[in-house]
């Protein structure tokens, strides 16, 4: 077994210390990882780790790339996790893993498998297979399986076969969308319940400073000892009493009261609701 560091003592200078190279003819196995770029020209049984990754015409890799940069000429069996991705022809992806693309996946060879990616653009030479998830979509070649895409554009001469779930689509004079085509439903915006109307009380100055060293110190009820009523509620982040105008109005029409006690610690205020009930 060659080892990462083993391979990259062989097959560096001095002068190259921020590339490796996997020559033809070479086969590393284990996980590679470095901080620069890894060129590969032979094969790598494992997975990879680097800021470039690029596979050579004729170059293998099995295992998981994680890179910023993946420049595929040869073949990748497994995965990866990348920013930016280009496939060339005669390049293959096939992703057994599910794979992720930050940025852009440009495709003009092969890729099958399982994608989640923000923007794809396939080639006319290129050719995607499989399962992919999508944020943007521009075909001028040829996708097939089961997409969901928020926006697709599909250019003449493009294809895209299977079950499309769209956003919005584009398809120009020529192209070829066909099997099963769905719209996504358009989320209704939401119609938000407004807000009760409220009257703030302030909690004093002397019961605020017991909170400050000790915030669970707090016990608030009717002077009688009973519960508060639903309407009138404790919010710490106002520091206040918080009451229902409409309940708040209902109860000074009737000409009533309510008294309520504040206690935090060894500190106590009462208060009348409405605050000028005699």
């Not at 170059?59 to 995965?79: F, N, S, Y």
């Not at 779930?165 to 769905?182: A, T």
Request: charged fraction near 20%; hydrophobic fraction near 40%; glycine fraction near 10%.
């Amino acid at each position: 077994m060659t080892t990462a560091n083993t391979a990259d003592s062989a097959a560096n200078s001095p002068a190259q210390d921020n590339v490796m190279v996997v020559g033809v003819g070479f086969h590393v196995e284990g996980h590679v990882s470095g901080q620069g770029a890894l060129l590969i020209k032979g094969s790598v049984q494992g997975d990879v780790t680097a800021d470039t990754v690029k596979l050579s015409e004729g170059a293998k890799v099995m295992g998981h790339v994680q890179c910023r940069q993946l420049d595929v000429a040869g073949h990748l069996e497994g995965g990866f996790s990348a920013d930016d991705v280009v496939v060339r022809a005669p390049g293959s992806v096939h992703a057994t893993t599910e794979s992720v693309s930050r940025r852009t996946v440009l495709l003009a060879g092969e890729i099958s498998g399982l994608l989640r990616l923000q923007q794809l653009k396939v080639e006319t030479t290129g050719l995607f297979s499989g399962q992919l998830h999508v944020a943007q979509m521009d075909v001028d070649g040829h996708v097939q399986g089961h997409i969901e895409a928020d926006d697709v554009v599909v250019r003449g001469g493009g294809t895209v076969d299977g079950q499309l779930i769209y956003g919005n689509l584009s398809m120009e004079r020529g192209s070829d969308v066909s099997g099963q085509i769905q719209r996504k439903e358009r989320r209704k915006p939401s119609v938000q319940t407004p807000a009760p109307e409220t009257v703030q009380l302030h909690l004093p100055v002397n019961i605020l400073q017991q909170l400050r060293r000790n915030p669970n110190d707090l016990v608030v009820s009717l002077v009688n000892g009973d519960a508060l009523p639903a309407w009138i509620q404790v919010d710490l982040k106002l520091a206040s009493l918080v009451l229902g105008k409409t309940q708040l109005k209902e109860l000074t029409e009737a000409g009533q009261s309510l008294s309520i006690r504040v206690q935090a610690g060894s500190e106590n205020q009462t208060f009348k609701i409405p605050p000028d009930a005699p």
